[in-house]
């Protein structure tokens, strides 16, 4: 018969991670049976692994990847992992009060597709709880995201966890664009580790007043549910003047309608109110969000402005 053996391919460290933690999951749950039907009680203490692989560095992806040893192959390396058992109180946790019910919905309530909850499903998300507790920062969001395919402002946005695109200052004054913006007393917005003055707030909008002697640093703006990523500004750098030919999203009409409305570059594009630019575009709320949020993500992709990506 013909060799059917699967490439022994390369992986990554966390991809090691990811499967041992679901083995460990059905592992728990078949001794939970065990000790439900025969009454005793089972238990993991202590796991030791010792892996014979090859390692190397990829510069261009900046991460190191792995390979499995075959039998009879030399020169490898050994990794070996212990993985003790800890008692929860021996773990450091940040969980809610009395006061503040968990919510336990299935993460399927979220609007997310069945593909998508196996996915969060292998990294131990199962229910709403489980999301708010691993998404609470841009990075895990973004980690997320790596694996699962999940974008992070769309896993922000079932979370209503405020997120920011651009950030663009005149003046004493920074304008902030993003999503689930509206101030309420759980929120804040931070200038340069300062508690800013908000002038103004809409959902996908804040304006706010820069702290007195702050020319330059980050804006990130804070909730219950968590925190936006980080933007970086400058007041000395000069205010984007890219055109909107190009710009993803933008096809020349509607270039055509904005310009006949004043609005020629990316600044003064992104600087306008959502309800604004669909009622110049002639499109819904929705698609002008839409269009919006993917301008901002590649403007943030291009350095010498003042908004710049730092997560």
Request: hydrophobic content about 40%.
């Amino acid at each position: 018969m013909p060799d059917k053996t699967i490439p022994n391919q390369e992986w990554e460290l966390h991809e090691l991670i990811e499967s041992l933690s679901a083995e460990f999951d059905r592992f728990q749950d078949t001794l939970h049976l065990k000790s439900y039907a025969r009454g005793v009680s089972f238990g993991l203490t202590t796991t030791h692994f010792e892996l014979s692989v090859f390692a190397r560095y990829d510069p261009k992806l900046k991460k190191w990847l792995f390979r499995t040893a075959l039998p009879g192959e030399s020169g490898t390396s050994v990794m070996k992992l212990d993985i003790p058992y800890m008692l929860r109180d021996q773990v450091q946790t940040h969980e809610p009060g009395f006061e503040t019910k968990p919510d336990t919905r299935p993460i399927k309530d979220l609007g997310f597709s069945m593909v998508e909850v196996g996915r969060l499903n292998r990294l131990s998300i199962f229910n709403v709880n489980n999301l708010q507790k691993m998404a609470i920062s841009s990075e895990m969001r973004q980690s997320i995201a790596n694996m699962t395919d999940i974008k992070p402002d769309r896993i922000a946005g079932v979370l209503n966890i405020p997120e920011v695109w651009y950030v663009q200052v005149e003046n004493d004054v920074i304008t902030i664009t993003g999503s689930n913006l509206t101030m309420a007393p759980d929120k804040s917005v931070l200038i340069a580790d300062y508690v800013a003055e908000v002038l103004d707030s809409s959902p996908n909008r804040i304006t706010a007043r820069l702290p007195k002697g702050v020319v330059a640093g980050e804006v990130v703006v804070t909730s219950s549910a968590g925190t936006s990523r980080f933007m970086s500004f400058d007041r000395k750098v000069p205010t984007g003047t890219a055109s909107l030919e190009g710009q993803p999203g933008l096809n020349k009409q509607y270039i055509n309608m904005l310009k006949a409305a004043g609005i020629r570059t990316v600044a003064e594009f992104l600087k306008q109110p959502v309800e604004k630019l669909a009622k110049t575009m002639k499109i819904s709320d929705t698609k002008a969000m839409t269009i919006i949020e993917t301008v901002a993500a590649q403007t943030r992709k291009k350095p010498g402005t003042s908004y710049t990506k730092t997560d």
